[in-house]
T-cell receptor
Framework: DAKTTQPPSMECAEGRAANLPCNHS???????VYWYRQIHSQGPQYIIH???NNETNEMASLIITEDRKSSTLILPHATLRDTAVYYC??????????FGSGTKLNVKP | DSGVTQTPKHLITATGQRVTLRCSPR?????VYWYQQSLDQGLQFLIQ???????AKGNILERFSAQQFPDLHSELNLSSLELGDSALYFC???????????FGPGTRLTVL
């Protein structure tokens, strides 16, 4: 599976959009981009995933660049409850998930 | 609430002992996964089962074993426990191996 690179930490003001970047320059054509988050020591929570098109659901939007070498997770209106570690994972179908270090997002009032 | 349940929530035991962690997947999910998260570290994939059969192995020690039963619940057995085995153990499930995984609340194991 391709490796991912994420900034170790980010800050965002409450009510503003949080844009979390992920670099996956070695991604191959059949690998999906997944985003999970982990609030404190709870079980990771699935957010969104995509292959090459942009995706949106009730939690977030996922923007994947045309060359698929990077992506951005967008939380449109961050709240204090969005403070968490966000993991970007690149995964082939049927392959296991590898969680890296993630980005620690701190949403400030 | 993801629908995945794990018991017990907390477990404290001594070195050299053996423990069993239990996971019940979401209704309808055939795949079960086990992960270990040590203090301030990322999640390490241990093992995956699909419909009762082992499907993939990760960084699982020989002292650890798992199985998935006909009713699809799974158990992770940890034996000859060492201090370094203290960690959060998460179970996740999915309908098919290609689908997104839903995680349980975890079992916190403390080995003294």
């Amino acid at each position: 599976d391709a490796k991912t690179t994420q900034p170790p930490s980010m800050e965002c003001a409450e009510g503003r959009a949080a844009n979390l970047p992920c670099n996956h320059s070695t991604i191959s054509g059949n690998e999906y981009v997944y985003w999970y988050r982990q609030i404190h020591s709870q079980g990771p929570q699935y957010i969104i995933h995509g292959l090459k098109n942009n995706e949106t659901n009730e939690m977030a939007s996922l923007i994947i660049t045309e060359d698929r070498k990077s992506s951005t997770l967008i939380l449109p209106h961050a709240t204090l409850r969005d403070t968490a570690v966000y993991y970007c994972i690149v995964r082939k179908t049927f392959n296991k998930f590898y969680f890296g270090s993630g980005t620690k997002l701190n949403v400030k009032p | 609430d993801s629908g995945v349940t794990q018991t017990p929530k907390h477990l404290i035991t001594a070195t050299g002992q053996r423990v069993t962690l239990r996971c019940s997947p979401r209704s309808g999910d055939l795949s079960v996964y086990w992960y270990q998260q040590s203090l301030d570290q990322g999640l390490q994939f241990l093992i995956q089962y699909y419909n009762g059969e082992e499907r993939a192995k990760g960084n699982i020690l020989e002292r650890f074993s798992a199985q998935q039963f006909p009713d699809l619940h799974s158990e992770l057995n940890l034996s000859s426990l060492e201090l370094g085995d203290s960690a959060l153990y998460f179970c996740a499930s999915s309908v098919e191996p290609s689908d997104e995984q839903f995680f349980g609340p975890g079992t916190r194991l403390t080995v003294l």
